[in-house]
């Protein structure tokens, strides 16, 4: 088995790994996904980069051809700046939700699900209007609000 394969295999199950993790709910397990996926994502940038090469340093006579590419590896500092602050972020929000709630698990907000409701309701009536309602208009009130949400313009 070549490395290349072995680091593709890696890939995909860090992959897989951080996406079930992502969609727990626990925030900390959230933040142990996102890491796994940050670095899966640095070990893709590492394989696309190419085969191994020299230092891409001019002198000894090397040519061109035997030259490593740089840019992946400035890519994958770059994605490794990155992946840390956003986890330094993330670990802050944990910190701060577990000081006020002493909870790591997600709830769902009871307005959130409201609003879920009232808008399943209102696609409903959207789809299968009545046809013995006599307020008619406010069909029409809503199929406008409802375009107007989805191209995002104001009155």
Not at 67 to 82: E, G
Not at 92 to 112: G, K, Q, T
Not at 126 to 148: F, G, K, R, Y
Request: hydrophobic letters at 45%.
């Amino acid at each position: 088995m070549s490395v290349t394969l072995l680091l593709v295999i890696l890939m995909g199950v860090m992959y897989s790994s951080g996406v079930y993790l992502m969609l727990e709910r626990s925030m900390t397990r959230v933040v142990l996904g996102f890491l796994l996926v940050g670095n899966a994502t640095n070990i893709l940038i590492l394989v696309m980069g190419g085969g191994r090469g020299i230092a891409p340093i001019l002198g000894d006579g090397a040519s061109v051809e035997d030259f490593n590419d740089p840019l992946p590896q400035a890519f994958i500092l770059t994605a490794i700046v990155i992946t840390f602050g956003v986890s330094a972020f993330l670990l802050a929000l944990i910190y701060r939700s577990w000081r006020l709630s002493r909870a790591d698990e997600l709830e769902d907000d009871p307005e959130d699900l409201a609003i879920a409701e009232r808008d399943a309701a209102v696609e409903e009536e959207l789809q299968h209007p009545d046809p013995h309602d006599t307020e008619v208009d406010h069909l029409d009130e809503l199929s406008a609000a409802q375009e107007l949400g989805e191209k995002g313009e104001e009155e």
